[in-house]
């Protein structure tokens, strides 16, 4: 089956435009979780779904990153007056529920740079 | 807080060397690890996990066995191949508690098999 897709692939934004990285989980899966991946690091937990609902946003950077999960389902993380630092790649995961025990798949990310 | 620290890269081995790439850890309570790889243009795979102290996790003839006295989860391949090439991460999830659902990730250590 259809595993997590994330669009666009990559993205070139000039500082200070706005952005916004879509995620569709796998069908079904209730937990949605965003990461990011600054170049040579691992990636760094920054928010978490529980279907609509925003349970951990805790890592999220600034107040220029929103994200949302209106129906459950796609997600969209959005970057607003992007900056320099704000280059990464943004990775999207899902997992049928959020436990210890729960294999999260992941997507392949989407590669922003800011020039 | 949680922090995992990997053996830096890059790896460089002949096909059919053995692989090492060495993994510790700093976690609050008892957590459970993991093994990531990332093919070059695809999202992060789960390779193997272990949830408990001595657990042995293998998959695709990579092993990893859960150390707490050492607090290591070390990678290891009897005979790597050409297609093992790859980046390589070593992740914790805390058990229980509030926040059982992130990710502490390492920084990545990319490895290259030659024929």
């Known amino acids: 089956g259809a595993g997590v897709s994330q669009s666009p692939r990559y993205k070139v934004a000039k500082r200070g435009q706005d952005v916004a990285l879509r995620c569709d989980p796998i069908s079904g899966h209730v937990s949605l979780f965003w990461y990011q991946q600054a170049l040579g690091q691992g990636p760094e937990f920054l928010t978490y779904?529980?279907?609509?609902?925003?349970?951990?946003k805790s890592g999220l950077p600034s107040d220029r990153f929103f994200a949302e999960r209106p129906e459950g389902s796609v997600s969209t993380l959005k970057i607003q007056r992007t900056q320099q630092e704000d280059s990464a790649v943004y990775l999207c995961?899902?997992?049928?529920?959020?436990?210890?025990?729960?294999?999260?798949?992941f997507g392949p990310g989407t590669r922003l740079t800011v020039l | 807080g949680n922090s995992v620290t990997q053996m830096e890269g890059p790896v460089t081995l002949s096909e059919e060397a053995f692989l090492t790439i060495n993994c510790t850890y700093t976690a609050t309570g008892y957590p459970s690890l993991f093994w990531y790889v990332q093919y070059p243009g695809e999202g992060l795979q789960l390779l193997l996990k272990a949830t408990k102290a001595d657990d042995k996790g293998s998959n695709k003839g990579f092993e990893a066995t859960y150390r707490k006295e050492t607090t290591s989860f070390h990678l290891e391949k009897g005979s790597v191949q050409v297609s093992d090439s790859a980046v390589y991460f070593c992740?914790?999830?805390?058990?229980?508690?509030?926040?059982?659902?992130?990710?502490?990730f390492g920084k990545g250590t990319l490895l290259t098999v030659n024929p």
């Open positions: 779904f529980q279907n609509e609902a925003q349970l951990d």
């Open positions: 995961a899902s997992s049928t529920q959020a436990g210890d025990y729960n294999e999260q798949f």
């Open positions: 992740a914790l999830k805390s058990r229980g508690g509030g926040s059982n659902y992130k990710l502490t």
